[in-house]
Structure formats: C-alpha cells, structure tokens
C-alpha cells in the first residue's frame, strides 16, 4: 500500500505544491545563474557576477534535487526545502530592512532612546508592582485593583515611551521607505519563504515525509547554528575569499581589477643576496636598481653581502615582526607564569592584586599607547625624568660620575621597537597570568604533599611539577601570545609618528599592508601581504604544534 | 510563571519599539553664535577682486551630505553654524554637516572606506596631497563644464599654486581656466610660521628674532644665533622644534634652492647640491649645533611646558597654543641661501563625489563654503588662512590675535612658498615613505648627507609613472 493513502488531503496537497514551488524556484534561480552573462543584469564587477551565478546553480540544483524527492515523497526533499528556503528568507528580511532603512536609524537610536528611558522606567515600576500581587493572595480585592494599577501604569509607560521616541513616525518612515518595487518584492518574497517554510515545518508533513528523530534533532541543530553560521560565512569567510581572489588583481577597492596572476607575490617575495666586493659598495653596482632596492648589508671583514628585494619594506617589515615576536613572547610569557604561582599562594591581598594585573589587558589599546607615548617623551616624560632622578642621586651619593643617557624611546631606531615590546609585553601579560593561574589551579594538590614528603624544594617543585603539569596552558599561551604578537599594529600606530618609525625600525607587516592597501590605494597588493603574513604565522604555529606533541606528557 | 510572561512581553514590546524609534528621523542641529565681524585690517600684499558666482537655480529640494576634517570642537562649532546659514541660503537645498575625525582619527582612511562602499558624502574636503589619486581613479567629479556654466566664476580669484593643480588636466597635462579640468575649490590655506617663546629669547638675551625681520636681517645664521643662546639657558631647554614630517624638513631643503621634486614634478630631486645643503644645514641643527629638540620626539609637549624657543608648526596649531601660560607670538620663517624661507602653501579642497545624484546643487555648495565671507568665519577660529586672494579675507585673518603678529603668516605666503601637492606623475604617499625614513637616518646621524644624495634618488625615482 502506497504511504499517500496514509497521508491527509491537506498535507498532499501542500506537498504537491512545495514540489511546485521547487520546480520554479529552480527554474528562476537557473536564470539568475545566466543573467549576468548575457547582460539582464549588468554594472556587476567579475567576482560579484561569478559570486551570483555559482550561488544560484548551486540553488537550482538543490532546489531541482528537492522537487525530485518531493515528488518521491522522500524526507530528503523536505531537509534541503527546509534550507533554501530559510536562507532565502532571512536575505529578503535583510532586504527589507535595508531598504526600510532599519540600518541607518542604529545612529539615531543613540539619540531617541536616551529620552525614553525614563518612560521604560515607568513601565518596569508598573512590573514591579505586579510583583506584589503575591503578598496579597488572601485579599482578592486588593489583588485586583492592584493589578488594574499595574497593567495602567505599564500600559501608561509603554506608550509615553512609544511616543518620546517617535516609534509611530518611525513605523511609519519605514513603511514609506518599504513603497517602492523593491520593498515590496523583499516584503513580498518574505511572506511566500515564510509560508514555504511553515509548509514543510509542519509536524504533518514530516509525517508524510517519513521524518525520524534524527531528522528533527538535525534541522533542529542547524536552525540553532545558522546566526553563527551566517555570520561566519558572510562577515569573515566571504571577505577572506575575497581577498585571495583580489590578491591575484591590482584592485585599489574602487575601479574594476585587472587579474595580475601570482605578480603581486612574485614582487613580496624577490629577494637577493649578492656578494659585495667592499662592504660599501653601492647596490646600484650589483643589482638592478630599477627593480631592487637595498634591503641591508651583511660586512665579512673587506668584503659584504647585499639583501636586495623588490619590495624591501616587506621584508623590513617581516624582520622587525619576527624580531618583535622573538622579545615580546618570553616577555609576556615568563614573568606571567612567575606572576601566576606568585598570585596563586594564599596571601593575604592576592585577589586585589589578581585584578591589578588584568587591568592593562582590558584597557584600550589606544589609550594605553597615547599614555605610553607621553610617558617615553624624551624631554618631558617621566620615564626619562625618574632615570635622571636616579643618576643625579647615585652621582651624588657615590660620585659616580654616570652620564644620564636621555633615552630617544621613539625617537631612536635602536630604542623604537623596544618601546613596543615593553608596550606589548605589559599589556599581554596580565592576560597571560589569569590563564596559567587557571592552569595551577586544576593541579593536583597532592602532588606536591607527595613532592614534599618526598623532600623536594620549591624549586624542585615548580620544575618538576608546576612546569610539566602546565604543559597544555603554556602551549596555549605561547600560541596565542605568538599569533597576536606576529599581528601587531595598534600600539605601533599611535605611539610612534610616522607609524613606521625612526628608519622603518617599527615597520611591521600589518602596518605595511594596511598602508598599502588604505593609503597608497593597493588593495590586491596589500591582500598578498596579508595571504603571505597568514602562511608566515600558519608556519610558525604548526612548528609549535609539532613540538607540543612531542614534549607533551599528560596529552591524556 | 505570569510574571515572567509579563516581563517576556514588555522587553518585546520595548525592543520592536526600539527598533522603530531608530529609524524616526534625526532632529535638526541647532545653530551657534556667528563670530563678530573683524576689525580694519592690517597691510596686505595682493588684492584681486571677488567675483561673486551665480548660483543655478534648483529645480526641487535636494539633500546635500557634506564634510570637512575639523581638528577641534571650536571648529565643528564653526562648520555647523556655516551650514546651517548655507542652508537657509541655498535654495532648494537641505544641508547636512558631518563633522569628520581629526587628522589622528584617520579622517582619510575612513572617507576612502565610505568612497570604495558608495556612502561618501556629496561634498567632502581633501588635503591636497590626495587630489591627483582621487581624480585619476574618477572619484571626485570633474566640475569644469559647471564652472565654465557658472556667470562670474574666476580661478583667479584662489591662490595659483592650489589652483594649478586643480585644474590639471592628466589626460594632456594642461592646467587652467581653460583646462577642462576643475577637481575642486580651495578650501584653506596656511604656511608655516614660527612660534616663539618671548620669555626664553628675553632671559637668553638673544636677539627678538621679529625685530630682525623686520629689519630684513632674519637669515640661517641668525637663527642660529638664536637657537643657540636659547640651548645655553640649560640642558632641558631647546632653541628649535619642528616635528618629524616632510613639511618641517622641506622647507630647509627649499630655502637652500633645492627641493623634493624636479620641476616638472616628475623625478627626485633630493641629490641636488641645493637640496643637500639644506638637508646638510639642518642636520648640524641636531648633530653638530645640538640646538633642536630630539629628531621624531614630538616638540608641542615641551613647546607648551616652555622648554623651546622656537616651534615650528602652521597656522592650524594658533588654537592650541594660544592655551600657553608665556609670552608668545610668532615669526615667519628665516631666508635660506636662496633668499627666501622655503616656505610651504599648505592647502585642501572642497571636492564632489563623483556618485553625486546632484551635482549642480553639490557645485553651489562648493562655492558658498569658499566665499570670502564663509572663509572668513573659519579664519576668524585663528585655524588657516582664507583661501581668496582678496582684501577681505586678509582683513577677516589678521584681526583675529593672538598672535600679534599674525602678518608673519601672511608674509610667508607672499614669499613665493612651494604649494604642496600632488603627484601626477606618481604616488606622493610613496615616495613620502621612502624620503622620511632616508631623511630621518641623515638627521639622527645614521647616515651621512654624501651617502644619501648617492642614494635616494635611486629608490625615490621608481615612484614615478615610466
């Protein structure tokens, strides 16, 4: 017997026109995929035309794959109903609120809301007396009049406050912002996927369509994954992709590409090393200036080496993010583990302190950094002032005769990059401290009772049992710190002026690709960097994973 | 159970209620005090006439965006009382100010952004140095036809080094009234200056640097002498400041004849006897002399604690220093082995997105931010200089002090300053990344003058269009 004869009229029918639905939905989206190549739908940009004509084949072909199942009465049909059609739902209400203008009132709810909190404020004191009602169940009376005063007051408050900030004339801009051909489609296309949806939602349909449980925990479990999802793929995944394709382009963000090939990353990575025959030799003598520029010099006695690049501030810009990350990590690492089994005692003040050193790692980057650039000023900070303190107390008190140095923090490129790394190790390692002081706390005490009774001391404690036990926190933070560390800009954007720093000594990578791609108008350029700057760090942390699996004891 | 159905519903309520209450149109801005009308000028050099421009009539209302970058609250104040004076003026027209970041909150970054999104304003300003890479990469719209539209509208009437290059045409590097190119009006301009602190020259006992301009005797080694006699007061005190951009050190490098580019602008000139000596001269005011305060170190801080004599900075910076607690005025800067200070016209412009729906309308608006008396309400800040050559708007900049001497600014622009400005011919943000770093290592002593002339034109030149 044919499962149909089990199935209400009701539900075949909604069933027989969902498969409907599908055929036509795929033929519409099979045109989509061929109107930007035969010119229905012109002005688009390449990426944008391959964009909709992969995304809408893809849906015909799911929409054509469902109409196929839906017309076998399989579940499958349901399932991939179910996803085209949500998706396309939530663009038509996106739709609808960009045209509405939903997006663009965000800014003016800065300035509306403030004037109707005190109304809300009514409403919620209406609430509260709701509240009461339960110290008055044994007087009905009282309860009664009570309630009719707590639902007038809530009531009184709502619409004050609906009224101060112009909700109606609000309503109403949007819908007068909804009249127009594409208002009304996405309105439209919002009810009809909404209507598709409930179709094959229904507990009806699912029967008709032999649903499992399994079936509902999986629709279940994406409907709940797919904000994220979304996000995912549209705010961060989508603009990845992007950049990959703009890094084979010549993209400046405002003309149309031309496609480049692999040039940008030939240029980043033509490097050469020509041998000098005097370590002053001019580079023009050994390269090509018109496409090399001198990186630096390597002196061997009479004699030197010549880096050359194409791009020498990439490489600049490699060499002094590597030379931060090598002095910034074991800053921000080591004295935080010390830190951490320091806080970790049961002193007295030691909560107190636990939040002293989170500070800086929830301060704003900018404000710390502006704070630090007054404090390094050579002629009038105050790092500088209490060193002259000190050197003029010892020269007094031991007649030293020291010279006080009057340190060019920013200013010197011997100093600059070293201003930063203080700047970065400060602020990383009260973060770095609550994580190992996570990691201390979930190690067994009785280790140490057992390390103790045993005789060991504390040091011999902390490098045979602290250390070890911390092995999995201490790769999190190493990886962490490193990967942050590798992307350092903030800081060296608004201490230094210019960012780059004395002699490019504070270029670093995202710096430099920022700088090409938002003032020198090289999008694809900077993409590049951006794709060579993600392999440098991919690199560096497989390195690490490779070595945390081969040091690791407790991995169980 | 009921309760919490309660608050389930009020929280729903307020938040659709939110959402609606966001998009209520914005209330209007409500409109300052206009600054008093100036006093009678001092003696000004050049005087042209002010053409007033007819402006086409509009045919329906249209709603203009517009922005400019203010580098303070005084001056968003100014900018929004100007525009909704224009507003009432300009027929057919409803304006909307937005006050953009300062130069530190990335104002061109930002607006770039919102060019490359399509949400860019009508009407935005520039600084000069970017117009070339916003006309060539047609961002900003060609006004000329709408100029030449316009009954009594004059080139003439701007300074012609800001005007040379907005009327550049790159496609037959002609320039003009009759260029066929119009990429914007000027919306300011200022020269550098510098400022003195009068109570350190006393006690050093040097001579009043204002005196010996105007005795003609302010030169290179006068400076100097002054500089030094300043140092001497103590080891905390400086006779020269100036910060660590291509402005400061340019004009060095312009005052001994030399200068960035050739004068075509279309290769380095940064190897040149001229251009060296003055880079020469100015490193012996860190190396040899020890006179400045340290090269990269920001010399405003100490500036406003006292510690220096001399400043160097542009009219922009009056406002802030007109906060100090000494005695201060200010002195163009000294003649160079050239005869002139090497001064810079520093300037923006008023430019219309090429996206415009309404670019007539954008076009009125141009010209009515850039009218004598609308420049004159900005000038009236003590922030920049009228862009007009005009008798009206020197009698509009000078009447409002401190400085005493605000004809120093004035005098700096007569002395035939080099306009900054684009690149036509290439990329001016690189080649400003190359110099700096080159010009910095020669002033800090990691490099000597010899081995950067050997050198940088090198690697400066590959910034050019071949």
Known sequence: MSNTTLVDSKTLLIIRGSTLWRIFFAIVTAGLAVAPWVGVISGLPLWQKILLSALSFLAAVASGIAAFDLAKMRHRGRIISLALDYLAFVASFVVVLNTGKVFVGIDALADTFGRGIPYLGIAFLGYLITTLEDRLTQRQVEEFYLKQISQIIIIAGVILFLWQVKAIEGFIFVLENLFNPAGLVSLVGLAVFGIAIWAMWRENTAIALRAKVHHEHLLNGWLFLSPNLLGFLIFFAGPLLLSLYFSFTDSDAFNTPNWLGFDNYAKILNIRLVPLDSPTQLARDVVDIKVYDEVGRIKFGNSGLLVAAADKFFWLALRNTLTFTLFAVPLSVIPALLLANILNSKLPGMKFFRAVYFIPSIAAIVGISLVWQWLYNATIGYINYFITLGIDFTNTLFNAGIIDPKIQWVSNENTALLSVIIIAAWQTMGFNTVLFLAGLQNIPGELYEAATVDGAGSWARFWSITLPMLAPSTFYVITTTTIQAMQVFEQVFILMNPAEGPNNSTLTLVLYLYRSGFINFKQGYASAIAWVLFIVIFGLTMIQFQNQRRSSIYES | ?466
């Open chain 2, 1 to 466: 159970m009921k309760h919490k159905l309660n608050w389930k519903v009020l929280s729903l309520f307020a938040a659709i209620a939110m959402l609606f209450a966001a998009c209520a149109p914005a209330a209007t801005e409500v409109a300052t005090e206009a600054p008093a009308e100036p006093a009678q000028p001092a003696a000004t050099e050049v005087v042209a006439t002010e053409a007033p421009a007819e402006p086409a009539p509009a045919a329906e209302e249209v709603a203009l965006r517009w922005r400019t970058r203010p580098d303070n609250q005084e001056e968003i104040d100014v900018y929004s009382n100007i525009s909704s004076e224009l507003d009432g003026q300009l027929e057919g027209i409803t304006l909307t100010y937005e006050p953009g970041g300062t130069e530190g909150a990335n104002y061109q970054e930002q607006l770039r952004a919102e060019v490359a999104a399509g949400t860019a304003p009508d009407v935005f300003w520039i600084p000069g140095t970017d117009v070339a890479d916003f006309a060539t990469r047609g961002l900003i719209l060609n006004m000329a036809d709408l100029a030449a539209a316009t009954d009594g509208f004059d080139v003439a009437a701007f300074y012609p080094g800001p005007m040379y290059h907005l009327t550049y045409n790159p496609e037959t590097g002609a320039d003009g009234a009759e260029s066929g190119a119009l990429w914007g009006l000027p919306r300011d301009v200022s020269t550098f200056a510098l400022y003195l602190n009068l109570d350190l020259i006393n006690e050093a006992g040097a001579p009043d640097p204002r005196e010996l301009a105007a005795n003609g005797e302010w030169n290179w080694d006068a400076f100097l002498d002054v500089a030094q006699k300043t140092r001497a007061l103590g080891s905390d005190i400086y006779g020269y400041g100036a910060s660590a951009w291509w402005g400061p050190y340019g004009t060095w490098l312009n005052a001994a004849g030399g200068g960035f580019f050739t004068p075509d602008r279309a290769a380095c000139a940064l190897d040149t006897e001229e251009s060296l000596a003055g880079l020469a001269f100015q490193a012996s005011l860190y190396q040899d002399y020890d006179v400045a305060t340290p090269y990269g170190e920001d010399p405003e801080p100490p500036f406003r604690a006292g510690k220096v004599a001399m400043f160097q900075n542009g009219r922009w910076a009056t406002p802030g220093v007109r906060t100090v607690e000494f005695e201060w005025d200010v002195v163009e800067l000294p003649k160079g082995p050239a005869g002139n200070a090497g001064n810079w016209l520093f300037w923006g412009a008023y430019v219309v997105n090429a996206k415009t729906e309404h670019p007539e309308e954008a076009w009125q608006l141009v010209q009515a931010l850039t009218t004598a008396e609308t420049q004159g309400k900005v000038a009236a800040l003590g922030a920049n200089i009228p862009s007009r050559v005009s008798q009206e708007a020197f009698d509009a900049f000078l009447t409002f002090t401190p400085p005493a001497n605000n004809q120093a600014f004035l005098n700096g622009l007569a002395d035939s300053p080099a306009t900054e400005g684009p690149l036509w011919a290439g990329s001016w943000p690189e080649y400003d990344k190359i110099m700096g770093p080159a010009i910095q290592a020669v002033l800090t002593g990691g490099r000597t003058v010899e081995d950067f002339g050997a050198t940088i034109c090198d690697e400066a030149n590959k910034v050019f269009n071949q």
